[in-house]
């Protein structure tokens, strides 16, 4: 069965400094691979995808992905935080052909002025 | 325009009450999600409906109830609630399976609250 863990529970950044939330999968082939933030109170919304093809994806509100296919992993990054980036980050995949979401536990970002 | 709407936004229920739970997408998606999210927990798929028809139950006790009246609209139905099923209630929708994208889109979710 496929799995994913979010290594971080919590992550705490200084405004403008750079931010980094780590993703591994356990899945035997090529997944669907996801990132959504969830801000206080509100549902989840998609930063980015990787289906495949260019393995660095560039999601909305500056975020980006990279897939690395040797480490099992997916992790997202932004040069330069705001405070509006505080919020909960969720890795998902989907298998091909499916239609349910594998979630990970999830990372919630804080960040300091 | 990507957005999946919910209402009621919260909603206090006592254990003998019947209420329902209402999401509405217009992106011509033909798959349809209900999920149970727990606080600083991630969702928990509870149904999916693909072209109208219920595809996935995860196991869900019955005092939920799913409906789909078309493809734009899904309901949840609830009955004989607990005070554990008090949780964000979150609903979703994407391109059938068959080809096309797969991302999920959410809506804001409905707050439960078993008194």
């Known amino acids: 069965a496929q799995s994913v863990t979010q290594p971080d529970i919590h992550i705490t950044v200084s405004e403008g400094a750079s931010l980094e939330l780590r993703c591994n999968y356990s899945y035997g082939a090529t997944p669907y691979l996801f990132w959504y933030v969830q801000s206080p109170g509100q549902g989840l919304q998609l930063l980015l995808k990787y289906f495949s093809g260019d393995t660095l994806v560039q999601g909305i509100k500056g975020f980006e992905a990279e897939f690395k296919r040797s480490q099992s992993s997916f992790n997202l990054r932004k040069p330069s935080v705001h405070w509006i980036d505080a919020a909960d980050f969720f890795c998902?995949?989907?298998?091909?052909?499916?239609?349910?979401?594998?979630f990970g536990g999830g990372t919630r970002v804080l960040v300091k002025p | 325009d990507t957005e999946v709407t919910q209402t009621p936004k919260h909603l206090v229920m006592g254990m003998t009450n019947k209420k329902s739970l209402k999401c509405e997408q217009h992106m011509g998606h033909r798959a349809m999600y209900w999920y149970k999210q727990k606080a600083k927990k991630p969702p928990e798929l509870m149904f999916v409906?693909?072209?109208?028809?219920?595809?996935i139950n995860e196991s869900v006790p019955s005092r939920f109830s799913p409906e789909c009246p078309n493809s734009s609209l899904l309901n949840l139905h609830l009955h004989a609630l607990q005070p554990e099923d008090s949780a964000l209630y979150l609903c979703?929708?994407?391109?059938?399976?068959?080809?096309?994208?797969?991302?999920?889109?959410f809506g804001p979710g409905t707050r439960l609250t078993v008194t």
């Open positions: 979703a929708s994407s391109q059938s399976m068959s080809g096309g994208t797969y991302e999920q889109y």
């Open positions: 409906y693909s072209y109208e028809k219920l595809s």
């Open positions: 998902a995949l989907g298998l091909r052909g499916g239609n349910k979401l594998t």
